[in-house]
Nanobody, 117 residues
Framework: VQLQASGGGLVQAGDSLRLSCAASGRAFRAYSVAWFRQAPGKEREFVASTTWTGSSPDYGDSVKGRFTISKDNTKNAAYLQMNSLKPEDTAVYYC???????????WGKGTLVTVSS
């Protein structure tokens, strides 16, 4: 599976942004998907994940109630809807995928999100 994240950009605090993760390969439907982010000078942080069916979402504490992860197996894509953005959400966002029982072994190139105050 190859992944490509897109949709990043420069927004103001309080705005919304939707990131997309396009995947190649029919096997993508069998993969769980997650979003991670890494801000300058900081460690990579878990943002959200969902199962291969797009159910049972899980979120990092810092984004709960503001971000929503989804997966569309008919389009071989996953999404991250980000609302009420804050300057501290500024980071490079990466999508990742895993087969059941394995680690997050598939990563796409990130997309930069910058939130100005």
């Amino acid at each position: 599976v190859q992944l490509q994240a897109s949709g990043g950009g420069l927004v103001q605090a309080g705005d919304s942004l939707r990131l997309s993760c396009a995947a190649s390969g029919r096997a993508f439907r069998a993969y769980s998907v997650a979003w991670f982010r890494q801000a300058p000078g900081k460690e990579r942080e878990f943002v959200a994940s969902t199962t291969w069916t797009g159910s049972s979402p899980d979120y990092g504490d810092s984004v709960k109630g503001r971000f929503t992860i989804s997966k569309d197996n008919t389009k071989n894509a996953a999404y991250l809807q980000m609302n009420s953005l804050k300057p501290e959400d500024t980071a490079v966002y990466y999508c990742a995928a895993q087969r059941a029982g394995s680690n997050w072994g598939y990563w796409g190139k990130g997309t930069l999100v910058t939130v100005s105050s």
